[in-house]
């Protein structure tokens, strides 16, 4: 066992001179904050060190912002926020990739209207057919209470015969929402993947994401950075290949399947099994994000 259990924060805390939070599964659990994480943001806070939320959120962080504040989140309560929608919208703006260089302005969007912010003022225009489109941009399902990444295989198999590329606007498999589990838009770029398709993932795990993270942060080295989240797949991996310590917080997205009530702490063998499952450990182990 290389990974310490922790019952919270307090004890780490001062080795590091900025912390990055996952929000769904750290901060809230899609309707309400986690008991305990606004008091720990608040201690994470002190003698001047930064909260940097990151989220695989499919919309720009400016939504997010209203979100976390209908929450009872308040924005003097972080320093920055980066979502993979901000990531996405980057891309679109700069229309530099190479999935957008010489290709048409008609997009069509797999995802719900919910989903906000990514082509505002842009000049692009969304299509209501695929076989319209020269490109897929992909930020979730539309009803994910009920729909699989199944039911996109028709609109799948009209892109993939007019070989459009996808931009994913959110790796995520799937994400608590309360107590129910629902899919998310990195299933059904997976999918399409899968068939064939050109697909392009913006936000955690990959490495820009963590790179404009420590910028916005002003921190060079990323040891000096904690990251906490609660997927194996996208937070811990992502921290793990930017060389950045990290806390995996049982009670989200694995919680179920390790049959944990809420603040129960994952056993030792449960952290032993998922980390030979993905290949990488983490570096502390908590039941919720608290002090």
Request: with cysteine; hydrophobic share 40%.
């Amino acid at each position: 066992m290389t990974f310490k259990i922790l019952p919270g924060l307090a004890d780490i805390a001062d080795h590091y001179d900025a912390f990055i939070l996952d929000l769904w599964g750290v901060v809230h659990n899609g309707h309400e904050p986690y008991a305990g994480a606004q008091d720990c943001m608040a201690k994470l806070r002190a003698d001047g060190r930064q909260i940097l939320l990151l989220s695989n959120a499919p919309r720009t962080g400016d939504h997010v912002i209203e979100f976390l504040k209908r929450m009872g989140v308040e924005r003097s309560e972080y320093d920055h926020i980066l979502t993979s929608g901000d990531m996405t919208r980057q891309v679109l703006k700069n229309r530099e990739h190479p999935f957008l260089v010489g290709a048409g302005n008609k997009f069509y969007q797999i995802g719900s209207i919910r989903d906000k912010g990514l082509d505002d003022n842009l000049g692009y225009n969304r299509v209501e057919n695929p076989a319209d489109a020269d490109f897929l941009l992909c930020t979730g399902l539309v009803d994910d209470e009920r729909e699989t990444p199944d039911t996109y295989r028709n609109v799948l198999d009209i892109s993939l015969e007019k070989k459009l590329p996808m931009f994913c606007a959110n790796p995520d498999l799937i994400v608590m929402r309360g107590p129910k589990t629902v899919y998310c838009a990195g299933s059904v770029a997976a999918l399409y993947e899968e068939m064939g398709g050109p697909v392009d993932f913006f936000g955690k795990p990959y490495a820009e994401a963590y790179r404009q993270s420590m910028a916005a942060l002003g921190v060079a080295d990323s040891r000096k950075v904690l990251a906490v989240g609660d997927s194996m797949r996208t937070d811990i991996k992502g921290a793990n290949t930017t060389n950045m310590d990290c806390v995996l917080v049982g009670g989200g997205i694995h919680a179920d399947d390790w049959g944990l009530e809420p603040g129960q702490t994952p056993a030792v063998d449960q952290i032993e099994a998922v980390s030979a499952e993905h290949g990488f450990k983490p570096t502390y182990v908590v039941a919720h994000m608290t002090w």
